[in-house]
């Protein structure tokens, strides 16, 4: 004889409960997607997650073409409880651009960002605090600055470069560059950023620490111990912790009055020096958004920023190079009419502007394969985007800057650096559709230094190294790691170009 579970009794009303839930759900989502192109019908509580997060070149390709079907210019989902927009047109990814306030838009550069990168990351400051802050941040991108760095990012980028071509003669394979040039723009980072205050050991940590925020950003945000995005929000915390105690050593250095030796150095510089003014003027109270673990946090937030990114753009350099040829044979020309290996002498920023075909390249780069292809925002009030559409409170919107790179520039389609030239300008007449380092207050205030670490690897890279792809089906497809690389991790085949390598002075 069975005996009744006490549940029995009660399960008609839980599945009525749940049955209402997912009724209720639906509802609220058809009622905010009103006309707008998107799913019917969503899956209760996770909706699209599960495709999002299983193929996301196909989930976001999926929202550019059910934008492209209507004049709109829009699509919507819903992700685990968020109803999301999709923006494919550029003016209104201005609009959303130029409404990053309080009563309007919150820029949160990742659907979960606030819980992973902590309430006061630089990308959540708005209004006047956001402006004050990005002035004090203006005097680590001086020309003074940038030669500073660019000097650096040579030393780098050539230590690796060599590992590299060594790596693939001992493999006498293809090897992937995804990894190899992450490593690279890693070290960069924290070579221009707070140069000679990490140590050897210090560095290890850091790049662990960075595997695991990087793996994190890839995952959902399940916040209990042993979880992937658990484990990235707590290395977030000793990244920024380990960058604070880089600043409090710079300071003490810059107090002594010795040089500038990179970005931590500059930034101290500049606030040692409003702190005297200050202080002479009988203020004794320290400037604003100058503790060690502000401007740790800062560091972090442009490490984060620099380091994706410029992985994605020198991956796709060097896919487009191989596939064009013509491209290359004029970066090796120019750059050599300009700059000999041989010479053992850095590139300086004089030469570097010199470079302007190789400058076209860079840009057309970053246009046709921007890293970041979507700047999710937060709608913070219903929000009247069109004559017909409110995106309601709360939605992510996601403005498509990928999508932008293909609106109004001539035949967007085919990878013509000349577009860029003097003669054709179309950077100019075509500049609200290029929106790679975004737009409004919030564009990318370190885009110079990230274009000069660009177009300074294309230099070498080019002049320094024979490479080709190994070529296979599909192996050009995006990926998104989260930026977009090429779908088999840029698989080439390397050898020394050069007669000899450079040896820069002093190294």
């Known amino acids: 004889m069975s005996i009744a579970s006490p549940l029995t009794p009660l399960l008609p009303y839980i599945t009525c409960f749940i049955i209402l839930l997912v009724l209720v759900e639906q509802i609220k989502y058809i009622s905010k997607k009103r006309s707008i192109p998107g799913p019917s019908v969503v899956l209760p509580f996770i909706g699209n997650a599960i495709a999002l997060v299983r193929n996301p070149t196909k989930f976001w390709d999926q929202q550019s073409s059910l934008a492209k079907s209507t004049t709109a210019g829009l699509s919507v989902n819903y992700i685990i409880g968020n109803f999301i927009v999709f923006i494919r047109d550029t003016e209104l990814s201005h609009k959303v651009f130029a409404n990053?306030?309080?009563?309007a838009f919150r820029l949160v550069g990742h659907p979960f960002g606030k819980k992973l990168f902590g309430e006061h990351n630089l990308i959540y400051m708005t209004g006047q605090d956001h402006k004050n802050l990005r002035r004090r941040i203006a005097p680590n991108f001086t020309p003074r600055a940038l030669s500073t760095y660019t000097a650096l990012q040579q030393i780098t980028i050539l230590n690796h470069l060599k590992s590299w071509v060594q790596l693939s003669h001992k493999a006498q394979a293809p090897i992937p560059l995804?990894?190899?040039?992450r490593d690279m723009n890693l070290e960069t980072s924290q070579t221009v950023f707070v140069g000679p205050y990490l140590t050897p050991k210090a560095r290890q940590s850091f790049e662990r620490d960075y595997y695991l925020f990087n793996v994190g950003l890839m995952k959902l945000p399940i916040d209990l111990p042993g979880m992937a995005f658990r484990n990235a929000r707590l290395a977030v915390d000793r990244l920024a912790g380990t960058l604070a105690t880089c600043t409090a050593m710079s300071k003490k250095r810059m107090e002594n009055g010795e040089e500038p030796s990179c970005l931590i150095d500059y930034w101290m510089q500049d606030t040692l020096r409003e702190i005297a003014e200050a202080q002479l003027a009988g203020d004794t109270s320290p400037p604003p958004y100058s503790s060690d673990a502000e401007i740790g946090g800062y560091l972090f937030d442009f490490l984060f920023a620099a380091q994706d990114a410029s992985t994605s753009s020198l991956l796709w350099a060097v896919t487009l190079l191989d596939s064009h040829p013509d491209?290359?044979?004029?970066?090796?020309?120019?750059?050599?009419g300009i700059w000999s290996p041989e010479s053992?002498?850095?590139?300086?920023?004089?030469?570097?502007?010199?470079?302007?075909?190789?400058q076209a390249v860079a840009r057309e780069v970053v246009r046709f394969r921007p890293p970041a292809t979507l700047v999710p925002h937060i709608a913070a009030v219903d929000f009247p985007l069109t004559e017909n559409y409110v995106v309601p409170k709360g939605a992510i919107v996601f403005p498509s800057v990928y999508e932008s790179s293909?609106?109004?520039f001539p035949e967007p389609d085919r990878f013509d650096p000349d577009r860029f030239s003097e003669e054709r300008q179309e950077d100019q007449i075509y500049k609200r559709n290029f929106l790679a380092f975004g737009a409004g207050a919030h564009?990318?205030?370190?885009?110079?230094?990230?274009?000069?670490?660009?177009?300074?690897?294309?230099?070498?890279?080019?002049?320094?190294i024979d490479f080709k792809r190994d070529r296979t089906d599909g192996c050009d497809d995006i990926a998104y790691v989260p930026t977009i690389c090429p779908k088999d991790d840029c698989r080439v085949f390397l050898s020394r170009r050069c007669v000899r390598y450079p040896s820069f002075p002093g190294h």
């Open 178 to 181: 995804r990894v190899l040039a």
């Open 443 to 464: 564009q990318c205030v370190g885009q110079r230094y990230a274009l000069n670490h660009l177009v300074l690897f294309i230099a070498m890279f080019a002049s320094l």
């Open 344 to 358: 053992d002498e850095l590139i300086t920023t004089d030469q570097l502007r010199e470079m302007r075909y190789t």
């Open 406 to 408: 293909f609106q109004g």
């Open 100 to 103: 990053v306030r309080p009563d």
């Open 327 to 336: 491209v290359l044979a004029r970066v090796r020309d120019e750059v050599a």
